[in-house]
């Protein structure tokens, strides 16, 4: 879990991972931002201080060093978004994999020992691939992530 920051050398860029385990705080001064894991790791007066607050989960705070703005996360998602046909463009060139007609109709009794054959927990299973079958392809979400190593990386053939 992380708090990143990253810049193209016009803009910097501070985000908070999807979780938000990891602190963000910012403070904001007159001539200065400042993000950090905890607060006070720059000792500025109160007076000083414009604004101050903490990143959220998956949040962002931007500075474009040209306007001398600063943006925030909806700001942020608006500004990259804007002018740009995002909608039209996925609705052009999405593209299924295996055409809804051609998906068998198995029930997930019958590959259980399948999925044990090619190295799948019972974790695994319950986990990931009952959802995808019992809600008809819904990825499944979890508050950590999925933390299935890669088959490259994995101790299991």
Known sequence: MAAIAFTDGNIVIGKLDRN?????????T?????????VGT??????????????GPGDKIAIDTREGKIYFSKDVIHKV???????QWIEENLREFIPAKEVPDVKPEEITRELVCFG???DQINMLNKSLWQKKGADPVYSMGNDTPLSVLSKRS
């Not at 007159?30 to 905890?38: G, L």
């Open 120 to 122: 799948y927990s019972k």
């Open 30 to 38: 007159e001539d200065t931002v400042i993000m950090a894991s905890e």
């Open 20 to 28: 938000g385990l990891r602190p963000a705080r910012y403070v904001i």
């Open 42 to 55: 720059v000792d500025i007066p109160e007076e000083k201080i414009l604004k101050k607050g903490r990143l």
């Open 81 to 87: 978004s804007e002018g740009k046909p995002y909608k």
